[in-house]
């Protein structure tokens, strides 16, 4: 029989858009003994873990929990069990992931409408609510931070809009939840998909979700229990249009966390201990402590990447705190400079996606990734890593400058 090495994958500094590294403490975490899904214990450190998942969110929410699944099971859930067959949603697109966005609603059967805007900024609020009043949709769904182009767009005015015109919004904060604020209630979102992989620093397989009365409404009109599940005597004999998805059924899902405990699927038990941790770590830390975390190592980032001479892309008034987008120089090999970061200083940056596809790079500071430590070592790898690569450029110029803003408010 052929002999497998052992598994022992490279120790990496990961200053990507996602994931990033994962505390210690959440991978300790998921070291623990399995429990089964129904044990008292299992159940109550579901309940805790909602809990948590509202605090993170800013919700009074009755319902958030994880779809089990990376970010993409989330939003595939909460569209998939909202949209029915010639609904009118609204996607207004920035970037990459507006277009799945997009995507996933015409696969739900949705008449899409979109709004796009050049890469590498964001939509004013009011052209947002210009084309709600026009299109008149039953959801409008939209992405918070969009990693290809690092840019963040404010929400605080469209989920009001959506209120007073009795539109859904649905918002993809998968990239921003834990690194900046999601203040769900307040910004009168009504359904919030997040990621683990990114500012939570969890590794990926959960999707965070939360919604409000609202969705649960129309989940319970559209709500089908599986006939194996079902009393001998009972019938679910409701004439509507039911879920097109058995797994990423939210209206089951709520039941599985809810006091029914419905047996819908198997949990992933040691990825739920992680989401526990994670979520723990983030509240210890205090949300406003995090935010400004991620805030003051992206303005270190940024000062030292300048310092080197280079340029960031992207409009700085709408740029996410936990994505730097840097043009690459020209003449210079974006890959080639990614390929010797990674074999010479074990750094992982990323590349980009569409119109951006080598034009930049992007480097993320985000979660257990976002320290001092590593945004140093990423500037001198990458001045370091240019040299190499002919880039004239000021040598040291680019640590000092991060130093220099770590130095205030440090007495």
């Not at 994880?66 to 069990?81: F, K, N, Q, Y």
């Not at 963040?152 to 690194?179: K, W």
């Not at 340029?311 to 010797?340: A, H, N, Q, W, Y």
């Not at 074990?346 to 257990?368: D, N, Q």
Request: with cysteine; aromatic share 6%; glycine share 10%.
């Amino acid at each position: 029989m052929k002999a497998y090495r052992d598994l022992a994958p490279s120790p990496r500094i990961i200053m990507t858009p996602g994931p990033v590294e994962v505390d210690p403490r959440v991978l300790r975490a998921m070291s623990y003994p399995v429990l089964g899904q129904f044990d008292p214990e299992f159940t109550w450190l579901m309940n805790e873990t909602m809990e948590m998942l509202r605090g993170v969110f800013q919700t009074a929410n009755k319902w958030a929990y994880p779809v089990d699944g990376t970010s993409r099971s989330g939003i595939e859930a909460v569209l998939v069990s909202l949209i029915e067959p010639g609904d009118k949603v609204l996607v207004p697109i920035y970037g990459r992931f507006g277009f799945l966005l997009a995507e996933i609603a015409r696969r739900c059967g949705a008449q899409v409408t979109v709004m796009e805007r050049e890469w590498g900024g964001v939509f004013p609020q009011e052209e947002i609510i210009e084309g709600i009043m026009r299109n008149r949709p039953k959801l409008v769904a939209l992405v918070h931070g969009e990693t290809s182009t690092g840019r963040l767009q404010p929400l605080e005015g469209i989920g009001r809009a959506c209120r007073e015109q009795d539109v859904l919004l649905v918002v993809d904060a998968v990239a921003t939840i834990g690194g900046v604020e999601v203040a769900v209630d307040a910004w009168a979102v009504d359904a919030v998909i997040g990621g683990t992989q990114k500012c939570l620093s969890i590794p990926a397989g959960l999707a965070p979700v939360t919604y409000n009365s609202r969705v649960e409404t129309i989940l319970l009109k559209r709500k089908r229990i599986e006939r194996g599940l079902l009393m001998e005597d009972a019938e679910d004999t409701k004439d509507f249009v039911a879920i097109r998805s058995n797994y990423l059924d939210l209206s089951q899902l709520q039941d599985y966390w809810g006091p029914a405990r419905l047996n819908h699927h198997t949990e992933a038990t040691t990825m739920l201990y992680a989401l526990r941790e994670g979520l723990r770590l983030t509240l210890e830390e205090g949300l406003e402590n995090r935010f400004a975390r991620h805030a003051r190592h992206e303005s270190a980032l940024a000062a030292g990447l300048l310092g080197m001479g280079l340029e960031l892309f992207g409009d700085p008034s709408c740029k996410m705190p936990m994505v730097t987008c840097v043009r690459i120089p020209p003449g210079v090999d974006g890959e080639s400079v990614r390929t010797m970061l990674l074999e010479h200083f074990g750094l992982e940056i990323a590349s980009s996606f569409g119109p951006l596809k080598g034009r930049i790079w992007r480097i993320g500071t985000m979660g257990y990734s976002c320290s001092k430590r590593n945004v140093l070592l990423a500037l001198g790898a990458l001045e370091a890593a240019l040299l190499r690569h002919g880039v004239s450029l000021p040598p040291g110029e680019a640590l000092q400058a991060a130093m220099d803003v770590y130095a205030i408010g440090s007495g």
